[in-house]
């Protein structure tokens, strides 16, 4: 009787947990859905770039190898953005979800740039991809 109500009780609190945790990571699994509006867009790439050398290249470098100027004040460093796999490994829109919601010392840029500028950085950052459709 007693082990019993022990099981239930918590197979509720794994299931209440279950719950909370798919709330908490909805929005990542709703943002690994979305897709560049701009894909293969030269000129969304051209926008990025702009925005990029003036936001983002002092942490992560011109071509985003994370080797900026500023890295040497980072306890963290950035990634090798060029080295990160293509659609659909990694989703743009995860890529996307990053720019805008940061990670850690990755400052968030959702309220400095509306969804059109972040899809503009994506391009910017995929048109420097050494990864190939097949690696
Ligand atoms: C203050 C330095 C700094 C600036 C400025 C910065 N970043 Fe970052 N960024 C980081 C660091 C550090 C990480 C790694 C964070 C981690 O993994 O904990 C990162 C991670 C990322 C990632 C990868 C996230 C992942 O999934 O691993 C992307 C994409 C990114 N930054 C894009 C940008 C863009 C676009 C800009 C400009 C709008 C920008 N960053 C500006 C420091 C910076």
Not at 105 to 110: F, S
Request: proline share 7%; with cysteine; net charge positive.
């Amino acid at each position: 009787m007693k082990t019993t109500s022990i099981f239930k009780s918590s197979l509720l609190i794994f299931l209440l947990a279950m719950v909370v945790l798919s709330y908490m990571q909805m929005d990542l699994l709703v943002a690994a859905f979305q897709t560049n509006p701009f894909q293969g867009s030269a000129d969304s790439v051209a926008r990025g770039e702009t925005l990029w050398m003036q936001y983002c290249m002092a942490c992560h470098g011109r071509e985003g190898a994370g080797d900026g100027p500023a890295t040497a004040q980072l306890s963290v460093k950035p990634k090798d953005l060029t080295m990160v796999a293509l659609p659909p490994v990694f989703p743009d829109g995860i890529l996307a979800y990053r720019i805008a919601n940061g990670k850690k010392t990755m400052p968030a840029w959702k309220d400095v740039f509306p969804p059109d500028q972040v899809w503009d950085l994506v391009s910017y950052i995929r048109s420097k991809s050494k990864k190939t459709a097949k690696t």
